[in-house]
Nanobody, 119 residues
């Protein structure tokens, strides 16, 4: 079992930044970790993933260098630094263990954190 707790969402103006955090517990080190999102009226999207051991990262096509995923192994925490946010980034962001891109899904999910980008 894996438990994931997100934090760091909120309201930000377009062009601004946010950093999301995900505290992991349980048997999470065997999984890739990452983020998925779902905007209002939209399909779920793969955002980013990272492997604990190698630090290899993967991003959804829409990220285009604006987001960075990272880990703090000592704190068992995964971060998503989001810069140059635009209104279409408005979504609930979910921390995920073993996230997949196609179709977007995961083996474990956090409760989600709301990110709202105003124009």
């Amino acid at each position: 079992q894996v438990q994931l707790v997100e934090s760091g969402g909120g309201l930000v103006q377009a062009g601004g930044s946010l950093r999301l955090s995900c505290a992991a517990s349980g048997r999470f080190k065997t999984y890739r970790m990452g983020w998925l999102r779902q905007g209002p009226g939209k399909d779920r999207e793969f955002v980013a993933a990272i492997t604990w051991s190698s630090g290899n990262t993967y991003y959804g096509d829409f990220v285009k260098g604006r987001f960075t995923i990272s880990t703090d192994n000592a704190k068992n925490t995964v971060y998503l630094q989001m810069n140059t946010l635009i209104p279409v980034d408005t979504a609930i962001y979910y921390c995920a263990a073993n996230p997949y891109n196609t179709p977007p899904r995961a083996d474990y999910w956090g409760q989600g954190t709301q990110v709202t980008v105003s124009s």
